[in-house]
């Protein structure tokens, strides 16, 4: 079967999946080919299955069809068709090799559904995976099997959802998901295997534009730096693939990021990574005309929608239950207000509020009234405005100033403003502007001071 040009309009133009599938499931170190060939694949699988009927849960992939998904493509006269040299051969052999080889490991229960020690079912991706060398394809059917089984309060109310692994890849409404998405094409242009993977990881924070995750997450969860020799040249690898993705660029030559930042904080042997980002959606091919307002109408509905998830999604981790994991907070009302706060300001501000309300344990009345104050007195609109708002209120904190000025005059005492400091010091200047607010009683002005106190105590106590 000869899978030519034409036959690509039928494919798949973004991969989109659930943003734990890569957490259950690990794929290992894929080569570049590899990797194409397997998110190629997974974004094909992608909502063909509603149904348990055994016969319409098997999907068939001609090599020439692979290869085309893979951007594998040599021209015959001026037509496009799947390169299906030795190379390519080899690389779907790997392909098979390995996926048959991924599984996801959950608990055995007893009969009183207690975990039983040490003893693990092996829930496969796949159910099928198999090729006919003859004809040339591959066989595949995912698996149907339960990887998170369903959790009931007294009163018979879900609180965790049953989850098949079939539903990684397939939603009747992906809205009601956390998904991540990035466009195939994009993705299948890229030389690196490393550069492949940091962009699976900037595409699920793309509305962000920042990230800080540990190193041992980013060199060996996420890179798969997996050997002595290979964490030994992170910083070249990582250099590169921040280089390679920083030259990315659409079918239209339209760049994908305009910035792409990577620091390390902390210390030498202790440390995170943070990656500073320009916001992307370039490399999402959408189905819309482009006809100027029309085509900005779309893009604008598209990132709001994406904004209001991840506000969400912070959201419900600040205010949610940690056991049963309902966020009595989450009312129709709270949403109404986040999305009235995002129609003037980004959502990565709102985000920092949730994570300072959070860090405090205060409830949605403290984020709003924070909000208030960056909206109305300070102005803040963009992450930008924020970073710098707090830079000039630190300078400005002379409490906070002198303070560190003494341990600077201490040549027996080194201030790391680590992350986690910062977000301290974000708490403090928080906490000050509060003080300055002549509405509030005796009771609750002691208490601020008394959080003061507690949190100058935390910064500075342990030098």
């Given at each position: 079967?000869?899978?030519?040009?034409?036959?690509?309009?039928?494919?798949?133009?973004?991969?989109?999946?659930?943003?734990?599938m890569?957490?259950?499931?690990?794929?290992?170190?894929?080569?570049a080919?590899?990797?194409?060939?397997?998110?190629?694949i997974?974004?094909?699988?992608?909502?063909?299955?509603?149904?348990?009927?055994?016969?319409?849960?098997?999907?068939?992939?001609?090599?020439?069809?692979?290869?085309?998904?893979?951007?594998?493509?040599?021209?015959?006269?001026?037509?496009?068709?799947g390169?299906?040299?030795?190379?390519?051969?080899?690389?779907?052999?790997?392909?098979?090799?390995?996926?048959?080889?991924?599984?996801?490991?959950?608990?055995?229960?007893?009969k009183?559904?207690?975990?039983?020690?040490?003893?693990?079912?092996?829930?496969?991706?796949?159910?099928?995976?198999?090729?006919?060398?003859?004809?040339?394809?591959?066989?595949?059917?995912?698996?149907?099997?339960?990887?998170?089984?369903?959790?009931?309060?007294?009163?018979?109310?879900?609180?965790?959802?049953?989850?098949?692994?079939?539903?990684?890849?397939?939603?009747?409404?992906?809205?009601?998901?956390?998904?991540?998405?990035?466009?195939?094409?994009?993705?299948?242009?890229?030389?690196?295997?490393?550069?492949?993977?940091?962009?699976?990881?900037?595409?699920?924070?793309?509305s962000?534009?920042w990230?800080?995750?540990?190193?041992?997450?980013?060199?060996?969860?996420?890179?798969?730096?997996?050997t002595?020799?290979?964490?030994?040249?992170?910083?070249?690898?990582?250099?590169?693939?921040?280089?390679?993705?920083?030259?990315?660029?659409?079918?239209?030559?339209?760049?994908?990021?305009?910035?792409?930042?990577?620091?390390?904080?902390?210390?030498?042997?202790?440390?995170q990574?943070?990656?500073?980002?320009?916001?992307?959606?370039l490399?999402?091919?959408?189905?819309?005309?482009?006809?100027?307002?029309?085509?900005?109408?779309?893009?604008?509905?598209?990132?709001?929608?994406?904004?209001?998830?991840?506000?969400?999604?912070?959201?419900?981790?600040?205010?949610?239950?940690?056991?049963?994991?309902?966020?009595?907070a989450?009312t129709?009302?709270?949403?109404?207000?986040?999305?009235?706060?995002?129609e003037?300001?980004?959502?990565?501000?709102?985000?920092?509020?949730?994570?300072?309300?959070?860090?405090?344990n205060?409830?949605?009345?403290?984020?709003?009234?924070?909000?208030?104050?960056?909206?109305?007195?300070?102005?803040?609109?963009?992450?930008?405005?924020?970073?710098?708002?707090?830079?000039?209120?630190?300078?400005?904190?002379?409490?906070?100033?002198?303070?560190?000025?003494?341990?600077?005059?201490?040549?027996?005492?080194?201030?790391?403003?680590?992350?986690?400091?910062?977000?301290?010091?974000n708490?403090?200047?928080?906490?000050?502007?509060?003080?300055?607010?002549?509405?509030l009683?005796?009771?609750?002005?002691?208490?601020?001071?008394?959080?003061?106190?507690?949190?100058?105590?935390?910064?500075?106590?342990?030098?």
């Amino acid at each position: 079967m000869m899978f030519q040009e034409k036959e690509r309009k039928k494919l798949q133009e973004v991969i989109k999946y659930e943003r734990q599938m890569p957490a259950i499931f690990d794929f290992g170190d894929l080569t570049a080919s590899e990797e194409k060939i397997t998110y190629s694949i997974l974004g094909e699988l992608r909502d063909r299955f509603y149904t348990n009927e055994k016969a319409e849960t098997f999907s068939r992939f001609y090599f020439n069809e692979i290869a085309l998904l893979a951007g594998n493509i040599q021209k015959r006269n001026g037509i496009e068709y799947g390169n299906l040299d030795q190379k390519f051969k080899k690389s779907i052999d790997g392909f098979l090799d390995n996926l048959q080889a991924v599984y996801y490991l959950v608990p055995k229960l007893d009969k009183n559904k207690e975990v039983i020690p040490n003893s693990y079912k092996r829930i496969p991706l796949f159910a099928t995976l198999a090729k006919d060398s003859q004809e040339k394809f591959i066989e595949v059917k995912i698996s149907e099997e339960i990887y998170q089984r369903e959790v009931l309060d007294d009163f018979g109310n879900v609180l965790v959802p049953e989850k098949r692994v079939i539903d990684l890849f397939n939603s009747i409404n992906w809205a009601d998901t956390q998904y991540l998405e990035f466009g195939r094409k994009i993705h299948n242009s890229l030389k690196s295997k490393y550069s492949m993977r940091l962009y699976h990881l900037l595409a699920e924070f793309r509305s962000t534009g920042w990230i800080i995750k540990p190193s041992k997450y980013i060199e060996e969860d996420i890179l798969k730096l997996n050997t002595p020799a290979k964490r030994k040249k992170r910083n070249a690898i990582i250099d590169n693939a921040v280089a390679e993705l920083s030259e990315l660029k659409n079918e239209k030559g339209d760049k994908i990021f305009e910035f792409i930042n990577v620091t390390k904080v902390g210390t030498k042997k202790d440390y995170q990574y943070r990656f500073d980002f320009s916001k992307f959606t370039l490399d999402l091919p959408r189905n819309v005309k482009e006809s100027g307002g029309q085509l900005e109408k779309v893009m604008k509905k598209n990132q709001q929608k994406i904004d209001f998830m991840v506000v969400m999604n912070k959201f419900n981790l600040v205010f949610s239950d940690p056991i049963t994991k309902i966020n009595p907070a989450n009312t129709k009302a709270n949403q109404s207000t986040l999305k009235r706060f995002l129609e003037v300001m980004d959502a990565d501000v709102i985000v920092e509020a949730l994570e300072k309300t959070g860090v405090a344990n205060k409830g949605f009345g403290y984020a709003v009234n924070i909000l208030k104050n960056w909206r109305d007195v300070q102005k803040i609109k963009t992450f930008q405005d924020l970073q710098k708002y707090n830079a000039e209120y630190f300078l400005a904190n002379s409490e906070t100033q002198k303070k560190v000025n003494e341990l600077r005059n201490d040549t027996h005492k080194v201030i790391d403003i680590t992350e986690e400091n910062a977000l301290i010091l974000n708490q403090i200047k928080e906490v000050s502007i509060r003080l300055n607010d002549v509405s509030l009683t005796t009771f609750e002005k002691s208490e601020l001071e008394k959080t003061r106190e507690f949190l100058m105590s935390e910064l500075f106590g342990t030098y």
